[in-house]
């Protein structure tokens, strides 16, 4: 999600980073009127500081079963992030393409 953040980001002449700076691009892109992406993908990205909140974010779930010792992932989680994910890809590919 954040890579496809990231092609967007190009699109519009901007490099980033920085994932904080990079979401905060998207917002002020979807803001302005310049890309339509829902909420859903940007507020995925975003650092959590509400205990309940962090189980639902990508950057979390990433974090966790990268540096944890926790061996086993929820398969309907990781279905759904697949699809969310695929979901962003196509919205990308529009942005990007036209």
Same mark, same amino acid.
């Given at each position: 999600?954040?890579?496809? %953040?990231?092609?967007?980001?190009?699109? %519009?002449?901007?490099?980033?980073?920085? *994932? +904080?700076? +990079?979401?905060?691009?998207?917002?002020?892109? +979807? *803001? /302005?009127?310049? !890309?339509?992406?829902?909420? @859903?993908?940007? $507020?995925?990205? @975003?650092?959590?500081? /509400? &205990?309940?909140? &962090? $189980?639902?974010?990508? !950057? $979390?779930?990433? $974090?966790?079963? +990268?540096?944890?010792? @926790?061996?086993?992932?929820?398969? *309907?989680?990781?279905?759904?992030? #697949?699809? =969310?994910?695929?979901?962003? #890809?196509? #919205? =990308? @590919?529009? #942005?990007?393409?036209?």
């Amino acid at each position: 999600m954040y890579h496809c %953040f990231l092609a967007i980001a190009r699109k %519009f002449g901007y490099e980033s980073g920085n *994932q +904080t700076c +990079t979401i905060a691009l998207i917002e002020w892109l +979807t *803001q /302005e009127g310049k !890309i339509n992406i829902d909420e @859903k993908y940007i $507020e995925a990205l @975003k650092y959590e500081e /509400e &205990k309940e909140k &962090k $189980e639902e974010k990508v !950057i $979390e779930m990433r $974090e966790e079963y +990268t540096y944890s010792i @926790k061996i086993s992932v929820e398969e *309907q989680k990781i279905n759904e992030l #697949i699809d =969310t994910c695929k979901e962003l #890809i196509d #919205i =990308t @590919k529009n #942005i990007v393409l036209n």
